[in-house]
């Protein structure tokens, strides 16, 4: 068996890009590819805006006939209008003001008159409701003035700068309402709210207490204080909000030899988390339990899916270790009245692996306190696709397999802490970086976003290309009709939506397959993309692809849409570019389908881009101000559908 291991520091855009990892067992897949094979109904082309082209400049793009609007920047404030002065930017003013490098974007509609938060989340209220947003990690050399580049600003990160990355990482909810065509926020709404790193939050679930989770501030091993690395997310029908600890590895540093005693076993454990690698963050010099030196479980406490009630602004975050701990991506859900919930969920690294959650107990529609404990009780499986099409889902359960004390597993809780070496050993498949995974609300397939991985060499079921380079998307159909499968069975069938990549490219493991039209259309020069990273669906069903790692192509990231049944499945379209240096993430519709919410991620970080010197100041361009990574929201001119 191989492990999988991220060295250098999680957080960061610097380490993330320069991953290692093994591949193992190497089987050839016999993947169809693009949309040869569809278990999904006729529905016609019903993105008819015009397409922009790939560029690479410093503005962000949109089609012809649409509006963006900048809604919310790095350090604006959620309480008044001041100008926000980056020189002078204190923890406690950070604290109440908009985080760095925005994520995922959950809008939860507001109605007047709701008992609870399942009512909210039902009213389906496009004009009114809370923005829920991630904020992933931080950037010294582009936030702060004096550091001269990207290590620089990570490994000699001041004092007084880490407070003020504390409490730019984490979350924001705000409230926000839509005046004719523009979004406003609410700038002194009740429910406005940050979490952060230093934001009381109560661990749940069978790790819950465990000796590994129990640290000398925290004897019960129960209550930790922050979340970090928060990259993509979920809602559930009952109105509460899911956010991934992903690369949170980085934040730790210190010697893994320095385990000792019962801690020793958590060196394998942090090894494959990136956990006390050399060029982590340096926090631990002026907060111990960032250093596994002198806190040796605290990074236990970490890598956990996180679930909060948005509505009530004192509500307590739950870290929920059923979902196992790992770099999540994000988790989404399929509720079906009077079925179990699932929850699927993916590990967002080179040769990591995706899963679901099942709930013990059935969902309730009607019934909002039957709900809030669905996704604390309930089994975890890892996926295995098999080489002729088919897979299946496998349980984490302790006593089940290899998940016997004989082999270090001792109980629920070491499964679930060890969720890395659990799948290994069970036979998951290594796949190439799983991030967004997420279910077409109409033909109620389940789509697997694989940004990329380079290290391939061999090949594995549903990862056919060694090295790489430009992604691919995964269709998993559960047994069923199309718009009504099982996503509770442990059988499935997956075949390749797409391939990333010009579909012309001389190189072969970045040659990309896209569908073809019904008249001989193909991906134009402007529709291939590469590494899709993030998902979301319109309420037509059409798939909105978001990317990191387009420029490596010569290109903007950006957001490309496309259907996923009738003539045009799998062909896709460019709606949006980003500035320079950023991803896009968090693509987020209203219920009408008449807003879509995006998060400009790490704008301008460019190779010599600083606070001091940037490559751009996007989206102020204001000499006062630093480039602000930023919510845009987009329309439609005169209103309608977006992508129509
Ligand atoms: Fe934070 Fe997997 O992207
Ligand atoms: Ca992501
Ligand atoms: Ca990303």
């Known amino acids: ?144 003035s004096g550091y001269q580049n990207e290590e620089d600003g990570e490994l000699n990160t001041r004092k007084e700068h880490i407070a003020i990355e504390h409490q730019a990482c984490g979350h924001t909810i705000m409230e926000v309402a839509l005046d004719g065509d523009q979004w406003r926020v609410i700038k002194d709404s009740d429910y406005n709210r940050r979490i952060t790193v230093t934001t009381p939050m109560q661990i749940t679930g069978p790790a819950a207490g465990n000796p590994r989770l129990q640290t000398a501030a925290d004897p019960t091993g129960t209550e930790v204080y922050g979340t970090l690395g928060n990259c993509a997310g979920g809602k559930t029908p009952w109105g509460t909000v899911l956010i991934a600890e992903e690369g949170f590895g980085g934040a730790f540093m210190g010697d893994l030899n320095s385990l000792q005693g019962d801690d020793a076993k958590e060196r394998d454990n942090y090894e494959r988390l990136s956990i006390g690698s050399s060029d982590n963050r340096q926090w631990g010099k002026h907060e111990p339990r960032f250093n596994i030196e002198k806190e040796p479980r605290e990074a236990n406490r970490f890598g956990w899916m996180v679930e909060f009630n948005p509505y009530d602004p004192h509500s307590k975050p739950r870290k929920l270790t059923t979902l196992g701990r790992f770099e999540h991506e994000g988790t989404t859900i399929v509720a079906k009245p009077g079925q179990p919930i699932v929850a699927y969920t993916g590990d967002d690294d080179e040769f990591q692996f995706f899963y679901k959650f099942v709930s013990s107990n059935n969902y309730n529609p009607d019934d909002y306190e039957s709900n809030l404990g669905l996704l604390e009780e309930g089994t975890l499986y890892a996926a295995r696709l098999n080489e002729d099409g088919s897979g299946e889902w496998l349980p984490l359960v302790y006593g089940q397999s290899f998940l016997i004390d004989r082999f270090g597993f001792h109980s629920q809780a070491d499964v679930l802490i060890e969720c890395r070496r659990a799948a290994e050993m069970i036979g998951a498949t290594p796949m190439d970086r799983p991030e967004d995974i997420e279910t077409n609300p109409v033909n109620d397939c389940t789509y697997v976003m694989l940004t990329k991985n380079k290290k391939r060499k061999t090949t594995d079921p549903g990862n056919m290309r060694p090295k790489n380079t430009a992604g691919h998307i995964l269709e998993i159909l559960h047994p069923g009709k199309d718009g009504n499968r099982d996503h509770t069975q442990l059988k499935f069938n997956w075949n390749t939506f797409i391939l990333g990549g010009h579909p012309n490219s001389g190189n072969q493991n970045e040659r990309g397959f896209y569908g073809t039209g019904p008249k001989g259309e193909t991906v134009t020069e402007d529709g291939w993309f590469a590494t899709p990273d993030n998902l979301a669906f319109d309420k037509l069903g059409n798939m909105w692809v978001a990317t990191d790692g387009c420029e490596k192509f010569h290109f903007h990231d950006g957001l490309w849409a496309m259907p996923t049944s009738g003539p045009y499945r799998a062909l896709p379209k460019h709606f949006f570019g980003c500035p320079l240096g950023a991803e896009i993430c968090g693509p987020e519709f209203t219920p009408d389908g008449e807003t879509l919410f995006l998060a400009v991620q790490h704008p301008a970080d460019a190779d010599g881009s600083t606070f001091d010197n940037p490559v751009h100041r996007w989206p102020d361009f204001d000499d006062s101000l630093p480039p602000r990574p930023s919510v845009l929201a987009i329309r439609k001119k005169g209103g309608g559908r977006v992508g129509s």
């Open 1 to 144: 068996m191989t492990s999988s291991k991220k060295t250098g520091n999680a957080l960061s855009r610097r380490a993330f890009l320069k991953n290692t990892g093994k591949g193992s067992a190497a089987i050839a897949a016999t993947a169809t590819v693009a949309g040869q094979l569809s278990g999904c109904s006729d529905q016609s082309n019903s993105l008819s805006f015009t397409e922009i082209p790939h560029s690479l400049d410093h503005q962000h793009h949109i089609p012809e006939g649409y509006q963006s609007q900048v809604l919310m920047s790095w350090g604006d404030s959620l309480s008044n209008e001041d100008t926000f002065a980056p020189a002078t930017l204190t923890a406690e003013q950070q604290a109440t003001r908009f985080g760095y490098n925005n994520d995922f974007i959950g809008f939860m509609p507001l109605q007047d008159k709701a008992d609870n938060s399942m009512q909210h989340a039902k009213s389906g209220n496009s004009q009114r409701g809370l923005l829920c947003i991630n904020h992933e990690y931080t950037q010294p050399h582009l936030m702060f």
